[in-house]
Nanobody, 126 residues
Framework: VQLQACGGGLVQAGGSLRLSCAASGRTFSSHDIGWFRQGPGKERGFVGAIKWSGGKTILADSVKGRFAISGDSAENTVYLQMNSLKPEDTAVYFC????????????????????WGQGTQVTVSS
């Protein structure tokens, strides 16, 4: 599968962006799709994930109440809606996918995901 993440840009603090992650080569069926971000000089960290089958989502504590993840089966695309953005949200955002295993369990480490998009830059100015 190939993933294409896009939608990043420059936004003022308090603003919103919606990132999208489209899959080509196959559908997201029976897979988890995760969002990660990597700020300057930081490790790649977990933002959230969605189980394509059923639509259950999980978000990191740092973005709960501000970000939301959703999927569109017709477009074979996952979205990361980011509201109330803060300067500390500045990072390159990546989407990644892995087969869904272990029922409701979500993998939150980057090493557990095996297909990655190229990343899209999000910059939040103060």
């Amino acid at each position: 599968v190939q993933l294409q993440a896009c939608g990043g840009g420059l936004v003022q603090a308090g603003g919103s962006l919606r990132l999208s992650c489209a899959a080509s080569g196959r559908t997201f069926s029976s897979h988890d799709i995760g969002w990660f971000r990597q700020g300057p000089g930081k490790e790649r960290g977990f933002v959230g994930a969605i189980k394509w089958s059923g639509g259950k989502t999980i978000l990191a504590d740092s973005v709960k109440g501000r970000f939301a993840i959703s999927g569109d089966s017709a477009e074979n695309t996952v979205y990361l809606q980011m509201n109330s953005l803060k300067p500390e949200d500045t990072a390159v955002y990546f989407c990644a996918t892995r087969p869904s295993y272990n029922g409701a369990y979500f993998y939150t480490r980057a090493v557990n995901y095996d297909a990655w998009g190229q990343g899209t830059q999000v910059t939040v100015s103060s």
